[in-house]
């Protein structure tokens, strides 16, 4: 994005008032949906007095229509709106949450559901995302890891790159795409103990390492805008960090774009503790950077208090102006308001399509953590299966925690879905117990069905709004009684399959060891329950894997595959070694975790050259087969290790993938090419290092240490 003014936004300052600069940094919602406190604003009022340059929470072609209408044709400057929305994981169409797609491991599904997302947005007015969310996120109490790719840094600067092409398109100008936003920059995955909107005790190296790449990976693929986090870092909350919004965003990276304060953040720099009024909040953010205010109130209230003190130029709320109204230019706005392309694209000849769509990222995501005596798949209709479980006909929990615009009525449950997979079967079902609350009277019933059947497929999990924003437990485990169901069902004694619905990885061990296969099915969207029920038959192979360590308890909470060394590392029952005298150190499954219906095996592995020099490459390749009887795909993660530099580096660290789609019997061999710029790290000054010394490579399908296949090289000088 170029923050080179265009003649016509030159002209248009020079005509605009003070009070209308300030009025393009001012976003409101209109409460169509509701993403944050305080009332909606009367938006109407400060869009005819000038006062406004964005709104959100409005959508649906006429509406917006009109709107704009006003915007074009009844202020004085006639200058057009932006139009946001959260749409994070579809628009009408829902996809699986983040967390579930991530498990795809797939770069060209997760382009592919936000080009989807981004013409059904677009077609109903909408002209920017509050999207992608690249929080890296290893607490899974933290509602919010269900919008993020998960623990991994370079698999969510992936995620950032892919979604960012789906949202934005070639250009963000044609009337079919979105501006994009990466957000919430950084490091609020890193809210204490997973409470949301908590402070950040984080290191430095940690910010740079782990948190900011997928930003950075975001501004290099052209995103239109960023969001800072609501949280802080190092006591600043990041609405006003000068140290990471300028200088490292800005000049650092170079992004050109605007930034959009979260919902209220600027005002609430005063909660912070950082401001005493809106007038300082104000300016703490203005000079930070942050050029939109949403739902603040704080710049249309403060800014002028603050210029007519001195306490910011007009230069510095010129700079802001400016990079707003480039981001109108660059979608066009100007010279086409209504982006009426986007009314008239044919959305219902592509609803098949998007269905597809959507059946095949939900069949993608869908993790198989256990399959004991290979339960799975039920290749023949069972005569008797008994569906149970709270979330079994939960249509409206498939839309999980981010809607957009998805409709109830257009869910397909897990019941239906197997339904129609099994015409022929007896189908006995009951939800047995809610959610969450209520009472164990509907037990019995459920014991007698889970008696009288086959075969059980007991759905557990969480109501979708257990996760997202605001959605933290202290407990990521079954809510209400769905534990004593559990229990009850598996003590009768026949196969039960547990389907877990979550926005996060549940701490469930005694029930996992206990079922006979049991698939994450996360939040799947709109057709979840067709998804399920082609995995569940063997119609699907499943293929994914999961994007964050799966805990054995809440109390190894964070627990992530790329951590440091320790010096007493756990190698024996000696006492004086890291570890827990009452838990394993290791998850319950691990980072890349995912069964398949088939076996597959890795031989062969090299990286070469053996020796390299700075600016080389290094080829890795590895030889993957598939010995069991069905075709099936498998994802070959590649790993680094640093043994020995400057600063400790993590155990293992992300640094490839590739995907391969096996028939039984096949073999082949996939390569990963890396240059030595995949070997620098932040130095003891936080300066890019490329260290000469030994470098391990490392590949599997998954980050448990012990079943990767493992390579070196030398890197000289
Ligand atoms: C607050 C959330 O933190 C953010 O992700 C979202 O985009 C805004 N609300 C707007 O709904």
């Not at 090299?606 to 600016?615: Q, V």
Request: aromatic share 8%.
């Amino acid at each position: 994005m170029s923050a080179r003014l265009t003649d016509r936004v030159v002209q248009l300052m020079r005509a605009m008032s003070v009070e209308e600069k300030i009025g393009q940094l001012n976003m409101l919602t209109a409460g169509l949906v509701t993403t944050g406190p305080g009332d909606p604003a009367n938006y109407l009022e400060a869009l005819k007095a000038g006062r406004l340059g964005s709104l959100f929470n409005l959508f649906g072609r006429k509406q917006v229509r009109d709107v704009q209408r006003i915007a074009v044709e009844e202020t004085r400057l006639g200058i057009p709106l932006i139009f946001g929305y959260d749409i994070i994981h579809g628009h009408r169409t829902i996809f699986p949450i983040p967390l579930g797609e991530a498990a795809a491991f797939d770069a060209a599904l997760w382009e592919r559901t936000a080009r989807i997302a981004a013409l059904e947005g677009a077609a109903e007015g909408l002209n920017l995302t509050f999207a992608p969310m690249l929080d890296v996120s290893r607490d899974p109490r933290w509602g919010r890891i269900a919008e993020s790719a998960g623990e991994d840094s370079w698999l969510t600067s992936l995620f950032a790159k892919a979604k960012v092409k789906g949202f934005q398109g070639d250009d963000v100008k044609s009337p079919l795409s979105l501006a994009a936003t990466a957000k919430h920059l950084a490091a609020y995955g890193a809210a204490m103990a997973g409470r949301d909107y908590a402070e950040v005790e984080i290191s430095e190296r940690a910010l740079h390492e782990v948190y900011l790449p997928p930003f950075e990976a975001s501004v290099k693929a052209g995103v239109a805008a960023l969001m800072p986090a609501f949280t802080d870092m190092d006591s600043i909350p990041l609405t006003a960090h000068v140290a990471i919004l300028r200088d490292i965003v800005r000049r650092q990276w170079g992004f050109e774009g605007v930034i959009i304060s979260d919902y209220n953040a600027i005002a609430e720099l005063i909660a912070h503790g950082i401001a005493a009024d809106l007038t300082e909040a104000a300016t703490l953010a203005l000079k930070a950077g942050v050029d939109i205010d949403m739902m603040g109130h704080a710049y249309v209230q403060g800014l002028p208090k603050a210029l007519q003190s001195g306490a910011v130029t007009m230069d510095l709320i010129d700079q802001a102006v400016g990079r707003v109204l480039m981001l109108k230019e660059q979608l066009g706005l100007f010279d086409d308001p209504y982006r009426d392309a986007a009314a008239n694209f044919d959305h219902k000849a592509r609803r098949v399509e998007y269905r597809d769509a959507a059946l095949d990222a939900a069949r993608r995501s869908i993790v198989l953590l256990t399959n004991r005596n290979n339960v799975l798949p039920i290749r023949q209709a069972p005569r008797r299966v008994a569906i149970l479980g709270p979330l079994a006909n939960a249509q409206a929990e498939m839309l999980g925690p981010w809607s957009g615009a998805g409709l109830i009525e257009d869910m397909v449950p897990f019941l239906p879905g197997l339904r129609a997979a099994w015409p022929q079967s007896e189908i006995l079902h009951t939800a047995g117990v809610d959610i969450e609350g209520g009472d164990l009277d509907g037990i019995a019933a459920a014991v007698d069905m889970a008696r009288r059947a086959d075969l059980t497929i007991l759905c557990l999990g969480e109501q979708r709004f257990m996760s997202g924003e605001a959605g933290s437990r202290g407990r990521p485990d079954l809510p209400g009684h769905q534990a004593e169901l559990a229990k009850a069902v598996l003590d009768v004694g026949k196969p039960v399959i547990v389907l877990l619905s979550s926005g996060r990885p549940l701490a469930v061990t005694d029930l996992i060891e206990r079922a006979d296969a049991v698939l994450a099915t996360w939040f799947l969207g709109s057709e979840a329950g067709h998804a399920v029920a082609d995995v569940v038959t063997g119609l699907w192979n499943p293929s994914a894997k999961l994007p964050v360590s799966w805990p054995v308890d809440v109390g190894q909470i964070p627990v992530f595959y790329a951590h440091r060394p320790s010096g007493r590392p756990k190698l024996s029952d000696f006492r004086y070694e890291s570890k827990y005298l009452d838990l394993p150190n290791e998850p319950l499954f691990p980072f890349g975790h995912g069964l398949s219906y088939t076996r597959f095996t890795y031989s062969g592995f090299s990286a070469s050259p053996s020796e390299l020099r700075p600016g080389n490459k290094v080829t890795l390749d590895v030889t993957v087969s598939n010995e069991g009887e069905v075709a099936g795909e498998e994802t070959a993660l590649f790993f680094m290790r640093d043994p020995v530099a400057s600063v400790s580096r993590p155990v293992l660290e992300l640094k490839g993938l590739a995907k391969l789609t096996l028939a039984p019997g096949q073999s082949q061999t996939v390569t990963v090419v890396l240059t030595t710029a995949d070997m620098m790290f932040p130095g003891q000054d936080f300066a890019s290092k490329l260290e000469a010394g030994e470098f391990l490579f490392f590949v599997g399908s998954s980050a448990r240490e012990e079943t990767l296949l493992k390579a070196s090289v030398r890197l000289v000088r």
